[in-house]
């Protein structure tokens, strides 16, 4: 799979955290010959229970350079509208014109009946399924080959049921789900397959031991899922052995129990 990928460029979204799903998939495609593109937005993760140190992404980088790999970075307010632009045109002139598209960014706050907003739900549109279909239709039409480029989303298994607390999130994340199956129809003639993966819960940081010990018995394999779980999945769904994979949703979540 190695000569698959080199040379070729990846784009991943929202890697602020050394801990989170986008820097193990940074970390997995880069072992494997990806040049890596990622972008960063830390005032959303310092709002958060888990927090984040300014230099992280910027440690990830160097992790990354070790590796043999071109890398770049742009922190960016995917909630803006001109950020999809802003980021395609940064790639070009840093890295060159990407092949892979993985939109791991998201917004995601706690949210029922009784405190929902407009101003909450906006939020979670901008950055969860505005900023993803903006970014995906503009990354389309600047792909110049005529096979071989691939499209991620990451969702949240929102179709497999309810989500209690999380109105807006798993609101705008089914959206990404729906956005996945149109969209690969669309782009199927210009060479590019769409795909989302489902991560379930996934111990990134966020957990406390409460969650952890109520989570673990519900996966089959007695353990959590892991950041670079996810990450391989991905790896495959970029990888040429994945050119006849488009418009799935993948549950890649260890058999994760409801």
């Not at 792909?143 to 209690?164: A, H, Y």
């Amino acid at each position: 799979m190695m000569n698959q990928m080199k040379n070729k460029i990846a784009i991943v979204t929202g890697v602020s955290r050394l801990k989170g799903i986008g820097a193990a998939i940074c970390r997995e495609l880069a072992e494997s010959g990806y040049h890596i593109f990622l972008t960063y937005w830390t005032d959303y993760d310092r709002t958060m229970p888990w927090s984040v140190e300014s230099n992280e992404p910027m440690v990830l980088l160097e992790e990354l350079k070790q590796l043999g790999v071109k890398v770049s970075s742009m922190e960016l307010d995917l909630s803006h509208p001109d950020a999809p632009v802003q980021l395609l045109t940064k790639v070009k002139e840093d890295l060159g014109q990407p092949e892979i598209l993985i939109n791991n960014a998201t917004y995601s706050t706690n949210t029922d009946w009784k405190n929902f907003t407009l101003e909450e739900l906006d939020k979670h549109y901008f950055v969860n399924i505005r900023a993803t279909s903006l970014l995906s239709i503009e990354f389309a039409r600047r792909f110049q080959k005529k096979s071989g480029g691939r499209i991620v989303n990451l969702t949240s298994g929102q179709f497999q049921g309810p989500m209690p607390g999380e109105i807006a999130y798993a609101t705008t994340k089914g959206a990404v789900d729906a956005l996945t199956i149109t969209l690969s129809a669309e782009l199927a003639p210009l060479g590019i397959t769409v795909n989302a993966v489902n991560p379930g819960p996934t111990d990134t940081g966020w957990m406390t031991e409460e969650i952890k010990r109520e989570l673990e018995p519900r996966f089959p394999f007695g353990r959590l899922g892991q950041p670079r779980d996810v990450a391989k999945t991905i790896k495959f769904l970029v990888s040429e052995d994945a050119d006849w994979i488009t418009g799935q949703i993948i549950h890649s979540e260890g058999g994760f129990i409801r």
